[in-house]
T-cell receptor
Framework: DGGITQSPKYLFRKEGQNVTLSCEQN?????MYWYRQDPGQGLRLIYY???????QKGDIAEGYSVSREKKESFPLTVTSAQKNPTAFYLC?????????????FGPGTRLTVL | SQQGEEDPQALSIQEGENATMNCSYK?????LQWYRQNSGRGLVHLIL?????REKHSGRLRVTLDTSKKSSSLLITASRAADTASYFC???????????FGTGTSLTVIP
C-alpha cells in the first residue's frame, strides 16, 4: 500500500447523499485509477486519469464523478445517481501512462449505504 | 469483455504443498500480471509476463503464459500460511486502452 493513501477506511452514507472518497499518492505517478470491488468479484474500472486535468470513463462510470486538478490527487465522488453504491473502492496509480504498467494500490475505502 | 477468469475460484491446501491457479482471457494481450489481495486490503503486484515470454520466476512464484490458448498459470511452491489471500490476473489489450482484472482465486493455506 506504500505511497498511496485512501481515506476514510470506512464510510457510511444515507441514501440520496453524495460522498467523496479521497486518494493521494506521493510516488510522482502520472496515471491514477478508481476501481470498484463487490464481494467475491474482481475489480471493475470506474474512471482513470493519465495526466492532470484529463480523465476517462471506465466500464462502470455512471453515477460517479472524478477530478484531477493535481498530479498527486484523484478524488472520487459517488453521487446519488449511483443505484447500488455499497462496495469496496480501490484507488491505484502507475508510473507511466501505458496500458499494462504495474499498478500500485491504496488500502481501499469500504462504503456502506444505510 | 476482456475480463479474465481464474480457476479454481477457491483452493485449500496444506502448508508445504504447491498451489496452482489458472487464468484465461479472451483477446490478444501485451502483458499479463498477477496480483495478490489480502482480505479487506489493496492489491499488491506479484509478477508481470510479456506476451513474448513463456515462463517467468520470482522467488517461490512461477508464471507461465500460453498465448495460443490465451491462458496463464501461477504456481506457488512450498506454500506458507502467509500465502493465504486472493490472487488475480490482470490483462491489458493490444487494441484498447484499458486494464482488466479477473474474478480471482481464493487460496487458503492450512498450517
Amino acid at each position: 500500500d506504500g505511497g498511496i493513501t485512501q481515506s476514510p477506511k470506512y464510510l457510511f452514507r444515507k441514501e440520496g447523499q453524495n460522498v467523496t472518497l479521497s486518494c493521494e499518492q506521493n510516488l510522482n505517478h502520472d496515471a491514477m485509477y478508481w476501481y470498484r470491488q463487490d464481494p467475491g468479484q474482481g475489480l471493475r474500472l470506474i474512471y482513470y486519469s493519465q495526466i492532470v486535468n484529463d480523465f476517462q470513463k471506465g466500464d462502470i462510470a455512471e453515477g460517479y464523478s472524478v477530478s484531477r486538478e493535481k498530479k498527486e490527487s484523484f478524488p472520487l465522488t459517488v453521487t446519488s445517481a449511483q443505484k447500488n453504491p455499497t462496495a469496496f473502492y480501490l484507488c491505484a496509480s502507475s508510473k507511466g501512462r501505458g496500458v499494462g504498467d504495474t499498478q500500485y494500490f491504496g488500502p481501499g475505502t469500504r462504503l456502506t449505504v444505510l | 469483455s476482456q475480463q479474465g477468469e481464474e480457476d479454481p475460484q477457491a483452493l485449500s491446501i496444506q502448508e508445504g504443498e504447491n498451489a496452482t491457479m489458472n487464468c484465461s482471457y479472451k483477446t490478444s494481450i501485451n502483458n499479463l500480471q498477477w496480483y495478490r489481495q489480502n482480505s479487506g486490503r489493496g492489491l499488491v503486484h506479484l509478477i508481470l509476463i510479456r506476451s513474448n515470454e513463456r515462463e517467468k520466476h520470482s522467488g517461490r512464484l512461477r508464471v507461465t503464459l500460453d498465448t495460443s490458448k490465451k491462458s496463464s498459470s501461477l504456481l506457488i511452491t512450498a506454500s506458507r500460511a502467509a500465502d493465504t489471500a486472493s490472487y488475480f490476473c490482470a490483462t491489458d489489450s493490444n487494441t484498447g486502452n484499458q486494464f482488466y482484472f479477473g474474478t480471482g482465486t481464493s487460496l487458503t493455506v492450512i498450517p
